[in-house]
Structures are given as C-alpha cells and as structure tokens.
T-cell receptor, first 110, second 116 residues
Framework: TQLLEQSPQFLSIQEGENLTVYCNSS?????LQWYRQEPGEGPVLLVT?????EVKKLKRLTFQFGDARKDSSLHITAAQPGDTGLYLC??????????FGKGTRLHILP | DVKVTQSSRYLVKRTGEKVFLECVQD?????MFWYRQDPGLGLRLIYF???????EKGDIPEGYSVSREKKERFSLILESASTNQTSMYLC???????????????FGSGTRLTVV
C-alpha cells in the first residue's frame, strides 16, 4: 500500500518566520501535487511537480520534488496569516491513482 | 472561473434516511470523485467515475452508491444514513492538460453532513 507521510502534523509560528513542511513516501510517484485547504472549504490546487529535482515557486512558496520522486517539500518564506490552512500533498502513481497525505495544519500567528 | 458546485454546504439528516449529495462541474472533465474527510483520517476515496455511466469503487464504498447519468453531474447516495457517515463530503473533478496528462483536482466547497 502506498502511503504519503506529511510532517509535521501541526505547526504554529509567528508571522514573518520561515518554515518547511515535508511529504515523504517509500514509493515513486509520477507527479506530486500540493493543495491548501481553508476551514469549511475544499482543497485548492497550488502546484503540480512532475520531474525529479524540480523546483517551482509561487510567490513566497517554494515547492521541490525529490530527485527520486518519492518525496517533496514546501518552503514558505516570511509567513503571513493568510498562509494559515491545511496543506495536503497528493501523489499520482503509474495507474493515475491519487494518494493523499493527511496534511500539515499550519497556523500563522499575527 | 472553472467550478465544481456541491448542492448543499450543510445538511442534517436522520438515521435511516436516504441522502443524495449532488455535484456539478462546468469544465467538461471526464473524471469525477467523491471523498469524505475526517479529522485524523484525511481524505478517503468513496467512489469515482472515469466517464458517463461508469463508476468504480474507491477505498470505502460500503453504505454508499453513485450515479453519473450526465458528464457534468456525479451524485453520491447514502442508502440508509448512519451516524458514522457524519463527515465532510468533497466532490472533485479532473481533466487532461494540453499535454494529454491529467491535471490536478478541482474540488467543490464540500458538504458537511450530520446524521442524527
């Protein structure tokens, strides 16, 4: 069974700090996606990474796909209260099945 | 803006009732999905459909059924609601990018169902 482990489960930091959250697996994925979910809403796709070692930037968010395509990280620079939410990673296997991690709940304190 | 619309944001139903959750997408996507989301358990796939009239069981199909009579609409049915089906239900759709590979999911806003 393929699993995606996200760490940490919870993170609470002050506005302006930097942070990194992780998504790890022992399985290889053909692509990996990151979503952000705000309370009472559905997840919203932030980025898809496809190539091993790929780095994508979305304003203050930097996403990296591991060289072996088994893991990924999300780095946020100068976190703001608007970054608060549940961050989910999701990996696609060769059969196009999507596996979701359980998420990192991030709270940015003003 | 592309959209997945779920018919209800909040729903309260009684044990034993038959419950219909409706989902409509306007992106002409072939694939549609129903998930439930529970604290500590994450997103769990209930059913999915790769095309009209097609349906496949996900990881937790027991107690649920689905219907996809039209491409844009995917309905989740709780045959006889039970309290352990109290949850956040999320519908999603997915289509192919210009390169022919599947893009990410577009989710609806969710339906928070409470069964009493």
């Amino acid at each position: 069974t393929q699993l995606l482990e996200q760490s940490p489960q919870f993170l609470s930091i002050q506005e302006g700090e930097n942070l990194t959250v992780y998504c790890n697996s022992s399985s290889v994925f053909s692509s990996l996606q990151w979503y952000r979910q705000e309370p009472g809403e559905g997840p919203v796709l932030l980025v898809t990474v496809v190539t091993g070692g790929e780095v994508k930037k979305l304003k203050r968010l930097t996403f990296q796909f591991g060289d072996a395509r088994k893991d990924s990280s999300l780095h946020i620079t100068a976190a703001q209260p608007g970054d608060t939410g549940l961050y989910l990673c999701a990996g696609a296997n060769r059969d196009d099945k999507i596996i979701f991690g359980k998420g990192t709940r991030l709270h940015i304190l003003p | 803006d592309v959209k997945v619309t779920q018919s209800s944001r909040y729903l309260v139903k009684r044990t034993g009732e038959k419950v219909f959750l409706e989902c409509v997408q306007d992106m002409d996507h072939e694939n549609m999905f129903w998930y439930r989301q529970d604290p500590g358990l994450g997103l769990r796939l209930i059913y999915f459909s790769y095309d009209v009239k097609m349906k496949e069981k996900g990881d937790i199909p027991e107690g649920y059924s689905v219907s996809r009579e039209k491409k844009e609409r995917f309905s989740l049915i709780l045959e006889s609601a039970s309290t352990n089906q109290t949850s956040m239900y999320l519908c999603a759709s997915r289509g192919r990018t210009g390169g022919g590979i599947f893009g990410g999911y577009t989710f609806g806003s969710g339906t928070r169902l409470t069964v009493v």
